[in-house]
């Protein structure tokens, strides 16, 4: 008699819902930015309607954990939504306080790294949760899903290089690489090596 794995968990269509949306908003906030050549603590209305879809995303991750309590997922989510906060904080204060201010020199720096510590607690609570996660198949599909976030990301940053190289695209900043891994992790159930 041959034992089946339990089903990996799967995201709830509303939380995909809801990170497409505050991703979308959040691109068309910087369009619009552009477009409107609306400049400086402006552009912060503009980012409103992405950070309402960013409490949608935070609130459908919490319910999520709290439906599976105990699991290295709940444990994962539970770690990332602190720093998805965080992240949001440090990036609206770090431009605000740049666009008032206009430090230099070393506090220049340190404000302009000031969004990174909650960024790398993203990739450090992705390493706990393959770390944390005892089912040997769980831990393949959140390896498998964190190894197609990369190819994902390095696809599209290598084509969006190239075109930027020949001059047939903007310039996009390398902390988009990131952004980009983080989609493709919700995406990665969509692909054959992610579904569960």
Known sequence: MSMQPEPAFRLPWRMICAA?????????????????????????????????ALGWLMWEALRLARSIPGSAIARYISRVVPLLVANVVTVVAAITIQREWHP?????????????PPLIGFIWAMGRLLVEETDEYLRMVHARRALIASGFMLVITTVWGLLEGSGLAPHAPAYAAFILWNLGLLLAPLFPGGRA
Do not use: E
């Open 20 to 52: 497409a949306a505050f991703t979308l908003l959040m691109i068309g906030a910087g369009v619009a930015a552009n477009i409107l050549t609306i400049h400086g603590n402006g552009k912060l209305s503009l980012m409103v309607p992405g950070l309402l």
């Open 104 to 116: 230099t020199g070393i506090w220049a720096v340190l404000l302009a790294l000031l969004p990174a």
